[in-house]
């Protein structure tokens, strides 16, 4: 309205300017109005007069209204704030700390903001929190316990135990969760135990209470035992001597076997002849070299290997009534997997089981056994441009020097082996003692089909003279027979400045080399090795016959007289209520009579 008013004032000022008469018009300094007109100044003009005109009446002007256009105003639009348009909102999450910790979450912190765009501007975020980012603080670890890790620790059932009693243990574990250890698993409450037993000076005295012995106690912490202490004396019993000493039965003869006949408990094996049985291991409660059959879950660490064959679980490969066993296998590329001591380990060569003895004996006894899955016979044929051979048992002079390839290796020096051959898969025997005697070309497979576990025994005397020295080969209790029967003394090994002897004995020492899309591996357990072939075992049969392959089971000496033996029960994979026999084979060889035993396994 007010525009308006403006316009109509200017129409009207503009409307009277334009009606003021001519007379009030005025000329210049050197001009002169005449007739309504300005005309120069002329001196010599004279001015008529001039008749009075009659007057002329003047018509009144009536201003013509010019109408008046009232501009539109310019409405401008509202500014944006970026992509948000006026009166638009946008919102965030933001938080009232930027750390919580462990075990909450930041949503419990959060807050939803928002603010709107004015006209290009954007008001203040609603709310108050100020953070914009939130974690969540790591766990707390317990010591050097990383959160959701376990300690490990190894308790056992008594703290005390006589001898032929084992230390019975398990191991716990408990979870650290943002630095609180749970409970301990398990129920066993000793950090230790102690296995006492009684030794004497003398197996054989011949006078009544010469008999001298001696406490010894051995401690086991932390699953690992120690050793005997004291040590003087090693014998565990000790007789009355009532027949000439030089006087033993020719045979061994079992009168009475007493105790019960279930795996891991203690037999008591009486009779006559039996020679004697030195305590090649003081750092375990039996007498043996060597014995594992990996049914705690976790290898003897007095067996060892530069990576070790696997640990396996899969019930449907196992020995029967076996719980664990190992597996070895040589990959294309190397793999994670934890082998029969517990270790993880990443490599190509997954095998590798040793023993190593303090010096160089010349008579051993030792076994294993193995199965070959089905598929095997394919899998040692299937990369023919390498060495296509196995050795899966065996025993090795471990020297210092070498000499065309002869000591200071691991290799088999007497060993069992199989590779392919142009018509089948042999069973080979061994011996790198000047020349190489294989001993048969009959299959494998016709001793220990595919997929089926099979015992394996070699013996060696090398006591005897030359050219009688001995090397048995036994699968099943049958012996092989073979081209070479005798080792003969190995003159690149005396070159090498090593005597005749082994000190090194094998269980699945080489593989050849497979696939990483089909496996072809080698299974093994019950390794057990000693420097005597005097040993306890039991049988199916009631006849002792090397000419035929029959299920036998060594079991494990505790201790061993001429007339009384104690021995660990080893099931094996003897099966419940099945007829069993009970022989005593003596250091030189001999083999006592049969006697049945109630098998209450």
């Known amino acids: 309205m007010r525009y308006f008013l403006i316009i109509i004032l200017s129409s009207l000022i503009l409307l009277l300017t334009s009606c003021v008469p001519e007379a ?44 008046t256009i009232i501009p539109i105003p310019t409405i401008q639009p509202k500014l944006s704030c970026g992509t948000v348009p006026h009166n ?28 709107t765009c004015n006209n290009g501007v954007w008001s203040a975020w609603s709310g108050s929190y100020t953070h914009l980012s939130c974690s969540v603080q790591a766990a707390l670890a317990c010591g050097t316990i990383a959160s959701g890790a376990f300690e490990l620790r190894t308790m056992y059932q008594a703290a005390n135990v ?91 003869s079992i009168s009475t076997v007493s105790g019960s006949i279930n795996s891991g408990e203690i037999l008591t094996i009486t009779g006559i002849g039996f020679g ?33 064959p696997e640990l396996v679980t899969n019930t449907n490969v196992q020995k029967a009534n ?40 010349k008579k051993i006894f030792m076994s294993g056994w193995f199965m070959f899955p089905e598929g095997f016979d394919t899998g040692i044929s299937y990369h023919t441009e390498v060495i296509d051979q196995t050795k899966f048992m ?44 294989e001993g048969t070309t009959t299959p494998l497979f016709n001793y220990a089909p595919m997929g089926t576990w099979h015992r394996y025994d070699i013996y060696v005397d090398l006591n005897q003279p030359e050219g009688k020295k001995i090397h048995n080969w036994y699968v099943d209790g049958l012996k092989l027979s073979r081209i070479y029967q005798n080792y003969n003394i190995d003159a690149k090994l005396i070159q090498a400045g090593i005597s005749d002897g082994f000190n090194y004995l094998s269980w699945l020492m080489f593989q050849f080399q497979g696939s990483d899309n089909q496996v072809w591996p080698q299974y093994m357990d019950d390794a057990f090795a000693n420097l005597t072939q005097a040993r306890i075992e039991i049988s199916e049969s009631p006849v002792w016959d090397e ?26 994979a003897f099966s419940s209520n099945q007829d069993l026999y009970l022989y005593v084979i003596t250091d030189d060889g001999k083999i006592s009579a049969a006697k049945k035993i109630q098998n209450a396994f």
């Open 394 to 437: 065996g025993m090795t002079p471990l020297g210092t020097k070498v000499v065309d390839g002869v000591g200071g290796y691991p290799g088999g020096k007497t060993y069992f082996a199989t590779r392919r051959g142009a018509t089948t898969i042999p069973i080979m025997t061994n011996t790198e003692d000047g020349h190489l005697g």
């Open 276 to 308: 004697l049985h030195a305590d090649h291991n003081l750092k375990k409660d039996y007498l043996v070299a060597g014995w594992e059959n990996f049914e705690t879950g976790l290898a003897d660490p007095i067996f060892n290997g530069n990576y070790g």
């Open 547 to 572: 000419n035929k392959q029959t299920h036998k089971e060594i079991q494990i000496p505790l201790s061993w007289a001429d007339t009384k033996i104690m021995v660990k029960i080893n099931k094996g």
């Open 322 to 361: 076996s719980k664990y066993a190992a597996k070895g296998y040589n990959w294309e590329t190397a793999r994670p997997y934890t082998n029969v001591w517990g270790q993880s380990k990443n490599a190509k060569t997954m095998y590798g089981f040793y023993l190593s003895l303090p010096t160089l004996q």
């Open 88 to 115: 638009g909102t946008e919102s965030r999450i933001a938080y009232s700390a930027a750390t919580v910790t462990y075990g909450q979450s930041c949503s419990s912190i959060q807050q939803t903001q928002a603010r």
């Open 162 to 252: 006589v001898d032929g009693k084992n230390c019975v243990s398990e191991i716990q574990n408990r979870k650290c969760t943002n630095g609180q250890l749970e409970t301990w698993s398990g129920t066993y409450t000793q950090p230790k135990c102690v296995i006492s037993r009684t030794r004497y000076e003398s197996d054989i005295v011949q006078v009544v209470g010469a008999c001298k012995s001696e406490q010894q106690l051995m401690t086991c912490e932390n699953a690992i035992c120690g050793v005997w202490t004291p040590s003087n004396y090693t014998f565990a019993t000790c007789l009355l001597q009532t027949t000439p000493p030089n006087i033993l039965s020719e045979s061994p």
């Open 24 to 67: 009030r018009k005025k000329c210049k300094e050197n001009q002169i109005l005449i007739n309504g007109s300005c005309v120069l100044k002329e001196q010599h003009i004279v001015e008529e007069p001039t008749p009075t005109p009659n007057p002329t009446p003047v018509p009144t002007i009536i201003p013509t209204l010019v109408p």
